[in-house]
């Protein structure tokens, strides 16, 4: 029996595919639950009629999402923080929330906190890259430069102080007469 899913069905099929199941399954399982129906000819034209919008709307939200990545690709967002002097470790952390927010103040665009991608809290000084998720198929790339409060990060060099700083003199060319 042909059914069209109404929902995503584990070892089954995705919402809105149309599969073939055994008649005491689809009328047992799928269809008591609501997870199907019957893939009749109505049933086709709409799921077709359905298909057609979804692509509409994914082409049209694509396209502000291309402008946006041109946007932000490449961003550099930089935070300063407390860190502990021994481990170098954060009073604190950078959260999905605080990028999002520093994102809209550099660049104007607000996103939500599930469109930055960290899996966790940013609790270490350094850089780091982050992935945006503007659409199902567009992504952004940022980098996030967390630094301590006299603005050194790991992997730069030292600053050092101008009294230190000594200027070679250039060796005189000899010139050849």
């Known amino acids: ?19 073939t ?17 019957v893939a009749d000819r109505g049933q086709l034209k709409a799921l077709e009629a359905k298909r057609t919008r979804v692509e509409a709307k994914l082409a049209a939200t694509k396209a502000a999402a291309d402008s946006l990545k041109e946007k ?30 520093a994102i809209e103040k550099k660049a ?10 960290i899996l966790e809290p940013i609790k270490s ?3 780091f890259a982050i992935a945006l998720d503007l659409h199902r ?21 030292a600053a050092v102080p101008a009294e230190e700083v000594v200027e070679e003199e250039a060796p005189a060319e000899a010139v050849e007469a």
């Open 108 to 117: 104007g665009v607000k996103l939500e906190k599930k469109q930055v991608g």
């Open 125 to 127: 000084l350094g850089s």
């Open 21 to 37: 199941v055994a008649g005491g399954y689809a009328r047992n399982f799928l269809f008591p639950r609501g997870l199907a129906t």
């Open 137 to 157: 198929y567009v992504d952004a790339n940022i980098t996030v430069n967390v630094m301590g409060p006299d603005g050194f990060m790991p992997g730069m060099p």
């Open 72 to 101: 932000l690709d490449g961003l550099v967002i930089e935070f300063e923080a407390n860190v502990a002097k021994e481990g170098g470790r954060l009073f604190g952390a950078f959260t999905a929330q605080d990028i999002a927010d």
């Open 1 to 19: 029996m042909k059914v069209i899913l109404k929902q995503t069905v584990p070892n089954l099929g995705k919402e809105d595919s149309i599969v």
